[in-house]
């Protein structure tokens, strides 16, 4: 079945830097998009960044352009984010999805704190 596992989230203070990755398994990762989402405290889940499944294709949402980086690794199942110039209202949990034609898959989360 469909796994994805978040990684690397945590505590940084404003200005620094994170990398988060999203491992997966259970599908032809290589064939599949993928994508980052977040969400803040008592909001909605939001759009950060896309990727399809050759990397030649990425989207970002206007409040990270310039910041984050959304990148994969087809040969280790593994999309990462990397996120610079990290804002407290970056803090989230932030996911790693990707979806099939009858539905969508998430991981777990990862927790992502921006506080001086």
């Known amino acids: 079945q469909v796994q994805l596992m978040e990684s690397g989230g945590g505590l940084v203070h404003p200005g620094g830097s994170l990398t988060l990755s999203c491992a997966a398994s259970g599908f032809t990762f290589r064939n599949a998009a993928m994508s980052w989402y977040r969400q803040p405290p008592g909001k909605e889940r939001e759009l950060v960044a896309g990727?399809?499944?050759?990397?030649?294709?990425?989207n970002y949402a206007d409040f990270v352009k310039g910041r984050f980086t959304i990148s994969r690794d087809n040969a280790k199942n593994t999309i990462y984010l990397q996120m610079n110039s990290l804002k407290p209202e970056d803090t989230a949990v932030y996911y790693c999805?990707?979806?099939?034609?009858?539905?969508?898959?998430w991981g777990q989360g990862t927790q992502v704190t921006v506080s001086s």
């Open positions: 999805s990707t979806f099939s034609p009858l539905r969508s898959y």
């Open positions: 990727i399809s499944g050759t990397g030649s294709n990425i």
